[in-house]
């Protein structure tokens, strides 16, 4: 199969969360352009609306979010509902903690059922309290007000937990230190800095010392790497072509896919065109080449943790093995990944071996078939659809709804550069 035509990614996800919650906190207002349209970014904007936050997103490219300042939120009326997305439930938990008065966040099925103590804790600490309903999910109340200046060594690497306590210093005016066992994202350090705030940023930690208000932006919001993965991929498994991705974010604590995919044999060039509040952003050309297995080590695992369950996809066709270690952090995503990946490589007839940490794919040629159990994960439905689209492939991806999270217009675009439009 060939692959061809370029195609402009959607907004990133993970910048479009951040720049509309810092936006509610500003001092005026706020412009982001190419901004995430998706249900997840709509969860964090309607959470927003329901504090008090006027949100006009009625442009066709632009979003405007009038900001009322540091602790400019107002108490909901009802629960603030996250749907799906645990970004905005955690990024939540860490504003408002702030606020003395309670707030009650709910979600979906899914978001329930996904671990929200590993943002509370550390956040207790600072002084906010926090009630579950059932176990340490959602629904969850949280009381915040005055808090404590925290020095916090994460167990895990993660960008939501980091951000969520920075945002905590944030809205309520106190220092913030986060030590990590790994770099994780730095959306949130990157746009603090670019406006303005005392932030000190090292490899594997962060140092947050508030003090001057958010002043308004303008923000272009890069394509977003996590969904264009997909597309690399398509074009990784093509026989030939060239697939050229517009305006693509390449922060390094995300461009673990681009190391990676180089070294199983895929060509990428990047060409860089500037940069949006400390966002590098780049025009990447994508073609195919023989396709190896490797290993992805620990220490990868950070920078491109939702890009696994693409890159598992692309081992199942690639010669030899293919050995992810420190992946554990796939069981708390929107399905349990690390299981529901394994699941499916052997149920397509892919040799799987797997711990509670590691994955390992043995790549194959021979033809795969049978029928994909997503769990209602975006990931998994976009993973499997690119290899159920790759020529007279048996894999069949009934799902076709849970994309929308993410990537609303995914199965558009990969009709086209396929050739299947």
Same mark, same amino acid.
């Given at each position: 199969?060939?692959?061809?035509?370029?195609?402009?990614?959607?907004?990133?996800?993970?910048?479009?969360?951040?720049?509309?919650?810092?936006?509610?906190?500003?001092q005026?207002?706020?412009?982001?352009?190419? /901004?995430?349209?998706?249900?997840?970014?709509q969860?964090?904007?309607?959470?927003?609306?329901?504090?008090?936050?006027?949100i006009?997103?009625?442009g066709?490219?632009?979003?405007?979010?009038?900001?009322?300042?540091? =602790?400019?939120?107002?108490?909901?009326?009802?629960?603030?509902?996250?749907?799906?997305?645990?970004?905005? %439930?955690?990024?939540?938990?860490?504003?408002?903690?702030?606020?003395?008065?309670?707030?009650?966040i709910?979600?979906?099925?899914? #978001?329930?059922?996904?671990?929200?103590?590993?943002?509370?804790?550390?956040?207790?600490l600072?002084?906010?309290? *926090?009630?579950?309903?059932?176990?340490?999910?959602?629904?969850?109340?949280?009381?915040?007000?005055?808090?404590?200046?925290?020095?916090?060594?994460?167990?895990v690497?993660?960008a939501?937990?980091?951000?969520?306590?920075?945002?905590?210093?944030?809205?309520?005016g106190?220092?913030?230190?986060v030590?990590?066992?790994?770099?994780?994202?730095?959306?949130?350090?990157?746009?603090?800095?670019?406006?303005?705030?005392?932030? =000190?940023?090292?490899?594997?930690?962060?140092?947050?010392?508030?003090?001057?208000?958010?002043?308004? *932006?303008?923000?272009?919001?890069?394509?977003?790497?996590s /969904?264009? %993965?997909? #597309?690399?991929a398509?074009?990784? #498994?093509?026989?030939?072509?060239?697939?050229?991705?517009?305006?693509?974010?390449?922060? $390094?604590?995300?461009?673990?896919?681009?190391?990676?995919?180089?070294?199983?044999?895929c060509?990428?060039?990047?060409?860089?065109?500037?940069?949006?509040?400390?966002?590098?952003? %780049?025009?990447?050309?994508?073609?195919?080449?023989?396709?190896?297995?490797?290993?992805?080590?620990?220490?990868?695992? $950070?920078?491109?943790?939702?890009?696994?369950?693409?890159?598992?996809?692309?081992?199942?066709?690639?010669?030899?093995t293919?050995?992810?270690?420190g992946?554990?952090?796939?069981?708390?995503?929107?399905?349990?990944?690390?299981?529901?990946?394994?699941?499916n490589?052997?149920?397509?007839?892919?040799?799987?071996?797997?711990?509670?940490?590691?994955?390992?794919?043995?790549?194959?040629?021979? $033809?795969?078939?049978?029928?994909?159990?997503?769990?209602?994960?975006?990931?998994?439905?976009?993973?499997?659809a690119?290899?159920?689209?790759?020529?007279?492939?048996?894999?069949e991806?009934?799902?076709?709804?849970?994309?929308?999270?993410?990537?609303?217009? *995914?199965?558009?675009d #990969?009709?086209?550069?396929?050739?299947?439009?």
């Amino acid at each position: 199969m060939k692959i061809s035509g370029n195609v402009r990614p959607p907004g990133d996800k993970s910048i479009t969360h951040r720049l509309l919650l810092i936006g509610a906190l500003s001092q005026g207002r706020c412009i982001l352009r190419h /901004a995430l349209r998706s249900d997840d970014s709509q969860a964090m904007s309607g959470a927003l609306r329901s504090l008090g936050i006027e949100i006009d997103d009625a442009g066709s490219d632009r979003v405007i979010v009038n900001g009322k300042g540091l =602790q400019g939120l107002r108490k909901a009326s009802a629960a603030l509902d996250c749907g799906n997305s645990g970004t905005t %439930a955690r990024f939540l938990l860490g504003t408002l903690a702030a606020y003395s008065f309670e707030s009650r966040i709910v979600g979906d099925r899914s #978001l329930s059922g996904r671990p929200m103590k590993r943002v509370t804790d550390p956040l207790t600490l600072m002084g906010a309290k *926090f009630c579950f309903e059932r176990n340490d999910g959602l629904p969850v109340i949280v009381k915040g007000g005055r808090l404590a200046a925290l020095n916090y060594g994460s167990p895990v690497a993660s960008a939501q937990i980091k951000s969520a306590l920075i945002l905590a210093g944030l809205a309520g005016g106190v220092e913030v230190a986060v030590e990590e066992p790994q770099r994780s994202r730095d959306h949130t350090e990157r746009l603090l800095a670019e406006l303005g705030q005392d932030i =000190q940023i090292q490899p594997r930690s962060v140092r947050f010392r508030p003090g001057a208000a958010v002043p308004e *932006f303008a923000a272009e919001v890069p394509g977003d790497m996590s /969904a264009a %993965a997909f #597309l690399i991929a398509a074009a990784s #498994l093509a026989e030939s072509g060239e697939l050229v991705l517009e305006r693509v974010g390449v922060n $390094p604590t995300r461009t673990g896919l681009v190391r990676v995919l180089r070294s199983m044999g895929c060509q990428i060039e990047i060409a860089e065109l500037g940069s949006s509040l400390g966002e590098p952003i %780049a025009t990447l050309s994508v073609k195919a080449g023989e396709l190896r297995g490797v290993n992805i080590s620990r220490s990868d695992v $950070p920078s491109l943790i939702d890009e696994i369950p693409m890159l598992a996809v692309l081992a199942a066709r690639a010669q030899g093995t293919t050995r992810f270690d420190g992946v554990g952090e796939l069981a708390f995503k929107e399905s349990n990944r690390l299981e529901l990946l394994g699941d499916n490589l052997r149920r397509i007839g892919v040799g799987v071996d797997s711990t509670d940490d590691s994955l390992i794919v043995h790549g194959t040629d021979k $033809p795969l078939g049978g029928r994909i159990e997503t769990g209602g994960d975006h990931r998994m439905a976009m993973a499997f659809a690119v290899l159920s689209a790759m020529g007279n492939s048996g894999v069949e991806v009934p799902d076709r709804l849970s994309p929308v999270v993410s990537y609303p217009d *995914f199965f558009q675009d #990969l009709s086209r550069i396929t050739g299947d439009a």
